[in-house]
């Protein structure tokens, strides 16, 4: 049985789906906030905390290799509940900027550093910024064909859910990944006003991009992020390093096949900007 954390979040519901339309693995599908209507027929859907690892026990049961999430504030304690259930791999989601910036990025740091330390066999899954992330755009293209958003020419190779998902599904069935740390991320960088025309050729309308200034966009993340974690954010898209501008190929030599383009992602997800 496959455990999935996070399985109703952009990456975790599309893994959910992966494993099962592979067959052959049971699923275990968990959240805070999860039922059966949430999941495919025949996936297990478990409600858990990662931040309460005790309740993960229900979850864990059979267990034979766990996909899991940076949440929560006790690695350790979720980890020595999987190694007492029987779980024989761990596939950690974790951050690029746990590698390019340790010092910022510390809770996804220290959720690799435990799971390095745990004894069990894991595998480390570095995501680049997701193609999802243009989903906060989606309300002001709704009403005004507008997006806002600073460092409108700076380019990142954002990563496609999907991708991360499909890595994620090869690696917890397969064998030879252990110890091994992947950077996953998107074919070739894009900029932001450079994904806006992306989004306005899949809706096959025009879409306006304004760029703001770095205090303005801080002022709307800290809405929704400890401020911290908005800096360091704005940092990465602001002033990337040469890192975090490359695009790594590690999604094509997992797959076999060339990670997808954000425009992909757009037209899959037109609708939610029409």
Not at 65 to 85: K, Q, T
Not at 263 to 273: D, K, L, Q, T
């Amino acid at each position: 049985m496959i455990v999935v954390t996070g399985a109703t979040g952009n990456v975790g519901q599309a893994l959910v789906s992966r494993l099962t339309e592979a067959g052959g693995e049971t699923v275990t599908a968990v959240a805070r906030h999860v039922g059966t209507d949430d999941v495919p027929a025949g996936v297990r859907a478990v409600a858990a905390d990662l931040g309460d690892p005790h309740s993960l026990t229900p979850a864990l049961e059979g267990a034979k290799a766990l996909f899991l999430l940076v949440a929560g504030e006790d690695p350790a304690g979720i980890l020595r509940r999987a190694a007492a259930a029987g779980v024989a791999k761990v596939v950690l989601l974790s951050s690029q900027g746990a590698g390019t910036r340790p010092q910022a990025y510390t809770h996804a740091a220290r959720f690799e550093a435990a799971v390095a330390g745990s004894g069990l066999p894991f595998t480390v899954l570095r995501s680049g910024g997701l193609a999802s992330n243009a989903l906060a755009w989606a309300e002001p293209v709704r009403r005004h064909r507008t997006v806002a958003g600073p460092f409108a020419d700076v380019a990142l190779p954002f990563v496609d859910p999907a991708d991360v998902a499909a890595v994620a599904a090869a690696v917890l069935r397969e064998d030879g990944h252990d110890g091994a740390t992947y950077t996953l991320t998107g074919p070739e960088p894009t900029t932001p006003r450079q994904r806006t025309a992306a989004l306005a050729a899949a809706l096959g309308e025009p879409v306006t991009f304004v760029e703001q200034s770095r205090e303005e966009a801080r002022a709307e993340m800290i809405r929704f992020m400890p401020p911290a974690v908005a800096e360091a954010t704005l940092t990465v898209l602001g002033t990337p390093t040469p890192e975090e501008q490359t695009a790594t190929g590690d999604v094509e030599r997992l797959l076999g096949r060339p990670a997808a383009p954000f425009s992909a992602w757009a037209a899959r997800h037109a609708a939610a900007f029409r």
